[in-house]
């Protein structure tokens, strides 16, 4: 949902958006106490980001978006959980060779996705998730918003965080959500 709302103010701000891989399999790794549920996630979670990541390192960070909007939008609206297909179409979709898939059974580049996963850590600390924004060099956990805003809402949203960043002590905002993704 985050990055649809970024689509949506890159469309009408001069902004410089940077796609960056960050994950929550890497975040929540070597933590026994996760739900048994949401343990099965994260172990899954390592394939697709490992293609993102190689395929950022072979064809530039350009491919990150468009692959991970390929991906996602299977998974999330489209419901799907089979995840080799998933990669597979994707990768077709966004025109990358279809060898990529091959990486996400291997820890071939998990060095590349724990860096740039720590970019993101370095900018909001290790207690926080995904996503992360940041303007400016100061970065927030979130926002964590549903549905994605459009229009005028989501320039209102983007306005509010960059006043945000602008207050040195600020370092919090939340509350429990009421409702789940809405696509």
Same mark, same amino acid.
């Given at each position: 949902?985050? *990055? ?8 009408h701000?001069?902004?410089?958006v940077?796609?960056?891989v960050m ?7 070597? !933590? ?14 390592w ?7 190689a ?10 978006k468009?692959l991970?909007?390929?991906?996602? +939008?299977? !998974? ?8 080799? &297909?998933?990669?597979? #179409? *994707?990768?077709?979709?966004? /025109?990358?060779?279809a @060898? ?7 820890? #071939? ?8 996963? /720590? ?10 998730? +995904? ?20 229009? @005028?809402a989501?320039?209102d ?18 509350? +429990? !959500? *009421? &409702?789940?993704?809405?696509?």
């Amino acid at each position: 949902m985050t *990055s649809r709302w970024m689509d949506e103010v890159a469309a009408h701000r001069d902004v410089d958006v940077r796609w960056h891989v960050m994950s929550l399999s890497v975040l929540n790794e070597g !933590r026994d106490e996760l739900p048994e549920r949401y343990r099965r996630l994260m172990d899954e979670g390592w394939g697709p980001v490992r293609v993102i990541v190689a395929a950022a390192r072979d064809h530039g960070e350009g491919v990150i978006k468009p692959l991970y909007d390929a991906m996602g +939008t299977r !998974r999330h609206p489209g419901g799907r959980s089979d995840t080799d &297909a998933i990669i597979a #179409e *994707s990768l077709a979709e966004v /025109g990358l060779p279809a @060898q990529l898939a091959a990486v996400a059974g291997t820890d #071939e580049v998990d060095d590349l996705l724990r860096a740039s996963h /720590g970019e993101a850590i370095a900018l909001v600390g290790d207690e926080v998730g +995904t996503p992360v924004v940041a303007i400016d060099g100061v970065g927030y956990f979130g926002p964590v918003v549903t549905p994605a805003p459009t229009g @005028q809402a989501a320039l209102d949203l983007f306005d509010g965080l960059v006043l945000m960043t602008h207050v040195p002590g600020f370092y919090e905002l939340k509350r +429990t !959500r *009421s &409702a789940g993704p809405s696509f």
